[in-house]
């Protein structure tokens, strides 16, 4: 478990935004036609749309751990599988603009959550069937490193160059 270090769960809040605005942004300029596109090379088993739902369902679920350890420290927590890929039937029939607007408010719901937390409450932990003890602060920053990892997930698959460092 890491402690929270004084301004760094304000920076944390503000990347989570960031990166979800940015993912938002991509898929939904993603022509339609493209959505159910496959994936090619490590992106093979993927397409826009099913990441647009995954990130959904990791968000609401990893909202729910959270929500859990902060009311009740200690306690066990559902796993989520950050790396679960959609099977088509669990996004068929699903609208990009529903799916990213699901995602929008629960990432919403997340950090509004997060905010108003006292820096001892970032290091409640709750039990992971497979992790062991872990932190509300974990668990941000695990989300914060799913959304990094989908971002160049998309961009690949949208074509689009990395952004240069400056």
């Not at 339609?32 to 968000?59: F, K, M, T, Y």
């Not at 729910?64 to 099977?87: H, K, M, N, Y």
Request: glycine share 8%.
């Amino acid at each position: 478990m890491q402690e929270v270090r004084a301004g760094s769960d304000r920076f944390l809040l503000k990347a989570l935004g960031e990166a979800a605005g940015e993912l938002r942004n991509l898929l939904y300029s993603a022509n339609s036609a493209r959505l159910l596109d496959p994936g090619q090379g490590s992106d093979e088993a993927w397409c826009l749309l099913a990441i647009a739902v995954h990130l959904r369902n990791v968000e609401w679920a990893t909202g729910q751990q959270i929500e859990t350890i902060v009311e009740r420290p200690g306690a066990r927590i559902r796993s989520v599988d950050l790396d679960d890929i959609p099977f088509e039937d669990d996004y068929a029939a699903v609208e990009i603009d529903d799916a990213l607007a699901s995602f929008h408010y629960a990432r919403r719901q997340t950090t509004y959550g997060l905010s108003g937390l006292m820096p001892e409450k970032w290091q409640r932990s709750g039990v992971h069937p497979y992790r062991g003890e872990i932190a509300v602060i974990d668990l941000a920053r695990d989300l914060y490193k799913h959304d990094l990892e989908h971002l160049w997930q998309v961009r690949r698959m949208l074509g689009l160059e990395a952004p240069t460092q400056r």
